[in-house]
């Protein structure tokens, strides 16, 4: 066996540490409500059963909503807070037959939370004579002294409080008096029916038991009393009284000797037990509010007292409640009926329709008639880049759960709906198409797309010659790209998500003559006029033929004819024009029309031309030299072409007289020499 000694510091030590790592075991926790269901794990009922001192309840995810119970909740017996966060968005509803919170003892604090439908329903009284117990609290019940209840923006809604009914009288001696109704805030318990030779058992938690042989016992607290017992030697006895319960019906008739005892008194608010038989016990007085026992009468017993009705919504016994911004509407109490036959029928007790009763404990404060005014905020949706039909969002209570839409007006391109997020770039909270969405805060819900996988393909344009940069028909599928020149128009159909891109081509226009040509055009926002340019034109035969040519010119490219619109007035547009074949040493650019220095219809030599190898860069001006209209007005037309001057015809040469001679003299010269070698 090993056994260790520790000194007495490192003991303190270990002490010290132990009460710490208590102390922190103990420390308050906040326990989140996670489900709308009546109970199982994540429940409320869970919640509070789990509960300790200082904790907090709160409601969070699919917690949030209307709870209807299946049964009345635990009470509540330590300190605690409940806080439904914005007041609209938790409900609990009673179901319209158990009651919501019962507060024993405590220090509570409910805030933000909406009770509805909640009821509290004294125990009847147990046959025969048993009086019926209180209602009261419907929605909240606080009890103890030492519960300190705290209500901050609570709403109750059609909250009642229900009177237990009066056992019934019965016309027969030798009867044992039926227990009292309970009632303790919450669904009261009946009395039991009398037994042979004993009363029957006061209803709730400490019910008091019937006489057997002798009184029956007083109630506990909340508690209906107990019913006498028969006595074979004389008058029943008499009936318990009930601690807040109803009170309990008499004994019965002892023979030939006197009459059953009085019944049971009722507890606060419960009704009286019926007195006895033979020579007419007394009934018991009801509480207040609560109705009276009727009397015996020879050998017939009496009726129990209904029991009343206080507080449907907010019943404070002994404890202390403050009211903070918090009211109560539709609150409904109903006093429980007298029984009726035997001796007399017990009386109803009296039902108090103000929402809150406080008959011992206090209120500070006071119920508002109308429900705190609910937050409200507004959702609305965003397209993210789709088009279409935007759903429209709408204001709503906090807490109110929609339906969201499915979005199917909205379309994009290469994309899929794939849902909604509280932020653009889907970093915020994701939800489904037609999701329930409890709405806790103003926000937008953005569209969520998701790419396509399409492979891109190149569309009519492709292989299409053509002498201007292409514009439609570009790609069948994908995201063309800008038109380049070059020797061809090229350009690219790039697909969405990881699909291909494809590569497009189209030639140039042939010429007239041979090779191709293509032009493209800059400057302000000068377009094209496609279906008033013709591009390569022959010099003649086309209907934008000029009549003539210019003397010693030749064009062997032919002629470019193109009209732009849609530039700015007056302002400059270029038009760069790429040949297959580079153009011949001294080729200028020539047009046709008119010029600000002759505005007849005439060939001249463009001055804003800049030929370079197999390119002629014209310069225009809109209304200037160059634009046949002269005019400022957003349209440029005038054909032309790179012209090459023609050679001049040269003529065999001929010898003057004097050039004959001395060609003639020069021969025979030669003759001579060629004579005196062969001699």
């Known amino acids: ?83 439904g966060g914005t007041f609209g968005s938790v409900i609990i509803d009673g ?126 607290f909340g508690s209906g009393g107990g019913g006498g017992a028969f006595n074979p030697s004389g008058g029943g006895f008499a009936g318990g009284p009930g601690g807040f319960g109803g009170g309990g019906g008499s004994g019965g008739d002892g023979g030939a000797f006197p009459g059953g005892a009085a019944g049971g008194l009722g507890g606060w608010g419960a009704g009286g037990g019926g007195g006895g ?81 406080a008959p011992f404990g206090g209120a500070t404060g006071a119920l508002l008639g109308t429900l705190p005014t609910p937050v409200t905020y507004t959702v609305a949706y965003d397209a993210n880049g789709g ?31 794939s849902g909604w997020n509280t932020a653009a770039d889907g970093s915020g909270t994701a939800l489904a198409l037609s999701d329930s969405f409890a709405v806790l805060s103003d926000g937008t819900l953005y569209a969520q797309w998701v790419v396509v996988n399409v492979d891109g393909t190149c569309g009519a344009a492709d292989g299409g010659a053509t002498a201007f940069a292409p514009t439609a028909g570009l790609c069948a599928a994908g995201t063309a790209s800008a038109v380049s020149g070059g020797s061809a128009w090229t350009w690219t159909c790039a697909g969405s998500g990881t699909g291909a891109t494809a590569s497009c081509t189209a030639p140039h226009a042939p010429l007239s003559t041979s090779g191709t040509g293509g032009a493209v055009v800059s400057g302000s926002t000068w377009v094209v006029d496609g279906a008033n340019s013709a591009g390569p034109i022959p010099v003649s035969g086309h209907a934008k033929s000029p009549p003539s040519l210019p003397p010693g010119v030749s064009f062997p490219a032919g002629l470019f004819d193109f009209t732009l619109i849609s530039g700015a007035a007056g302002s400059t547009a270029t038009v760069t024009i790429t040949y297959s074949t580079t153009l011949p040493a001294g080729t200028t650019y020539w047009k046709y029309g008119r010029t600000t220095a002759d505005p007849t219809p005439h060939w001249y030599q463009f001055a804003g031309a800049v030929i370079a190898g197999n390119t002629v860069t014209l310069t225009i001006t809109d209304g200037g030299d160059g634009d046949d209209d002269l005019a400022a007005n957003g349209v440029i037309a005038d054909p032309g072409g790179p012209g090459v001057p023609v050679a001049a015809a040269t003529g065999i040469p001929t010898l003057s007289e004097w050039g004959l001679l001395l060609l003639s003299l020069a021969m025979g010269l030669i003759g001579f020499a060629h004579l005196r070698r062969r001699i």
């Open 95 to 220: 179901a319209s037959t158990f009651p919501i919170f019962f507060v024993d003892t405590g220090t509570v604090t409910l805030k933000n939370l909406k009770l509805q439908n909640g009821l509290s329903r004294g125990g009847d009284g147990g046959a025969y004579g048993g009086g019926g117990g209180l209602g009261a609290g419907g929605c909240l019940f606080v009890n103890q002294s030492t519960a300190i209840v705290t209500i901050d923006t609570v709403g109750f809604d059609g909250c009642r409080a229900q009177g237990g009914s009066g056992g019934a009288g019965i016309s027969a001696t030798l009867t044992d008096g039926g227990g009292g109704g309970g009632a303790l805030g919450w669904y009261g318990t009946s009395g039991s029916d009398q037994s042979a030779g004993a009363g029957g058992d006061g209803g709730g938690p400490a019910g008091g038991l019937g006489g057997l042989g002798g009184v029956g016992a007083a109630g506990g």
């Open 387 to 417: 088009s279409g039909s935007t759903p429209v969002g709408g204001t709503f209570n906090s807490g109110t759960v929609i339906t969201l839409s499915d979005g199917s007006g909205l379309s994009r391109a290469g994309f899929t709906l």
């Open 1 to 83: 066996m090993l056994i260790t000694f520790f000194p007495a510091r490192r003991i303190h030590l270990i002490v010290a540490v132990v009460l710490s790592l208590a102390a922190c075991l103990v420390s308050a926790a906040t326990l989140t409500v996670t489900t709308t269901a009546d109970s199982g794990a994540g429940s409320l009922r869970s919640a509070l059963a789990a509960a300790s001192s200082g904790d907090s309840i709160v409601f969070g995810g699919a917690g949030i909503g209307t709870i209807t119970l299946a049964s009345a909740l635990p009470a509540i017996a330590t300190d605690l807070t409940i806080d």
């Open 277 to 357: 038989a033979r020579f007419g016990g007394a009934g018991g007085l009801g509480g207040t509010n609560g109705g009276t026992g009727g009397n015996g009468n020879g050998a017939i017993h009496g009726a129990g007292g209904g029991g009343g009705a206080v507080g449907p919504a907010v019943f404070v016994y002994q404890g202390a409640l403050t009211i903070v911004n918090s009211g109560a509407i539709n609150s409904v109490a109903t006093a429980g009926a007298g029984g009726a036959g035997g001796g007399s029928n017990g009386t109803a007790g009296t039902a108090i329709a103000t929402a809150l009763g």
